[in-house]
């Protein structure tokens, strides 16, 4: 395998497109309000050990601060500034053995805070800066001890005789909006991610051989997505070999790849908390059954059916219709249904064997915020959107009604679309899906390991 080069120059979102958002936001608040958004906290995994750090996704597009224990407060037309951050202080003691903190004086110069306080202080500070307002934005209901804290200040300001805000509304709607339409900066952070990630997809596909155990392709998908500078995988790995396939949210990873099966790999990585999310479905042995083959076949024809129809006037449901329709034929021919395809299309005839939508916004989370209906209407595709396409077939074994040798067989295929002007740009195209390019791969593979 050749050299790689290392990645010492990460991209990361600009000072000003931070800025931006915190603008954004605040054009869409009323006068006289305030918004409040607290940041991720550690969490523990047992006993003194803890899970890696990773930040609130709202609160990160708004700041670009990593650290914990952190809110972020937004006052639009506030004399003394609009943007506040309450964080941790500089603490020698605790960087001795966690690394060093930011503190508030050096948060408002690298992130471009108005007014930055230690955290410790919250209690003290920030009644102050919710007496008088009107409306309080606050995303209520993600996280009890914080609301309890919230409900703590209103009430604080309301037993020293001050009015408190009449109106609480859920911020989650305006800040969400915003994150759906994804910038240049955000595009060029998702390319990166999908790069990196079709690299790691390449390597297994060259890789995988009968016996080998799916934690460690899970292994080899993480190590190249890490040399790619996506250093961290944006959700646990999905590595099914045989009827494992079948279980959506398979996350064991535990069990030898045989001879025969089909392997479904899911697994996509984070650059600078932005996801790819990938899937790709191929033989352990490096050679479709015909069996594999026909059903495989009938998976990539919707999904190409699906991505065709992401592009700006089209709805959010268009592609799933599309993706259904190709499921439905498909599952016509292979004798599993009978019928009219319009009338199984209409009683949704497919539903045992495809039970996923056909895919979800993409982002700094996974599974995307932003609403997929709009007044009760689809919502309608615009430039900047990111959409995963990902139908799949899944037959597990105890389905008696279709034949034997379609059971235990798995597959699902899914990349990442981008809502372009003219159309949409598939960013995760850098990893085969037809049948005779993955046997190419692998095949190239396995010569090369001898
Ligand atoms: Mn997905």
Same mark, same amino acid.
């Given at each position: 395998m050749p050299k790689k080069k290392h990645q010492h120059e990460r991209k990361q979102i600009s000072a000003a497109e931070f800025a931006r958002r915190r603008h954004e936001l605040t054009a869409l608040m009323d006068e006289n309000s305030i918004a409040i958004v607290p940041g991720g906290t550690l969490r523990h995994m047992n006993w003194d050990k803890r899970y890696r750090f990773r930040q609130d996704s709202d609160f990160f597009y708004l700041t670009g601060f990593d650290e914990p224990d952190a809110v972020f407060v937004l006052i639009p037309g506030r004399e003394y500034g609009e943007s506040i951050l309450f964080c941790r202080e500089r603490d020698a003691e605790v960087s001795r053995w966690h690394g060093d903190i930011t503190g508030p004086e050096r948060a408002m110069q690298l992130f471009g805070m108005d007014d930055a306080f230690p955290i410790s202080d919250i209690n003290d500070i920030l009644p102050g800066l919710i007496e008088g307002r009107t409306k309080l934005y606050y995303a209520m209901g993600l996280d009890s001890e914080f609301d309890s804290q919230v409900i703590e200040w209103v009430r604080k300001i309301n037993q020293q005789g001050h009015l408190p805000p009449g109106e609480l509304v859920q911020l989650e709607h305006l800040l969400h909006e915003l994150r759906l339409f994804k910038s240049a900066g955000e595009v060029e952070l998702m390319r990166l991610a999908a790069e990196a990630t079709c690299r790691g997809h390449c390597r297994i596909m060259a890789q995988v051989v009968p016996g080998m155990m799916e934690y460690e392709v899970e292994a080899e998908l993480n190590h190249e997505f890490a040399m790619g500078g996506a250093r961290w995988p944006a959700y646990p790995a999905i590595v099914g070999g045989g009827s494992n396939a079948? +279980?959506?949210?398979? #996350?064991? /990873? /535990?069990e030898p790849l045989q001879d025969g099966d089909l392997v479904l790999v899911d697994a996509g990585g984070e650059y600078q908390n932005y996801a790819c999310d990938l899937t790709r479905t191929f033989p352990v042995n490096g050679k479709f059954s015909e069996t594999q083959e026909a059903i495989y076949s009938i998976v990539l024809e919707a999904q190409l059916a699906a991505i065709d129809e +992401?592009?700006? %006037? /089209? /709805?959010?449901?268009d592609p799933h219709d599309a993706a259904m329709r190709k499921l439905t034929e498909g599952l016509v021919s292979l004798g599993i249904l009978a019928g009219d395809v319009d009338m199984l299309m209409a009683e949704e005839a497919h539903l045992p064997y495809c039970t996923k939508r056909t895919g979800h916004w993409l982002g700094m989370d996974v599974h995307d915020v932003g609403d997929y209906q709009v007044n009760g209407e689809w919502r309608v595709f615009e430039p900047g959107m990111v959409t995963t396409i990902e139908p799949g077939l899944y037959f597990t074994d105890d389905m008696v009604e279709v034949a034997t040798r379609y059971r235990g067989i798995g597959v699902r295929i899914e990349d990442d679309v981008l809502v372009t002007k003219t159309g949409h740009e598939v #960013?995760?195209? %850098? +990893?085969p899906k037809d049948i005779q390019a993955i046997e190419t791969m692998m095949e190239s593979g396995r010569a090369a390991s001898g």
């Open positions: 079948c +279980v959506l949210h398979y #996350l064991d /990873n /535990n +992401v592009k700006p %006037g /089209n /709805n959010w449901n #960013l995760t195209s %850098g +990893v």
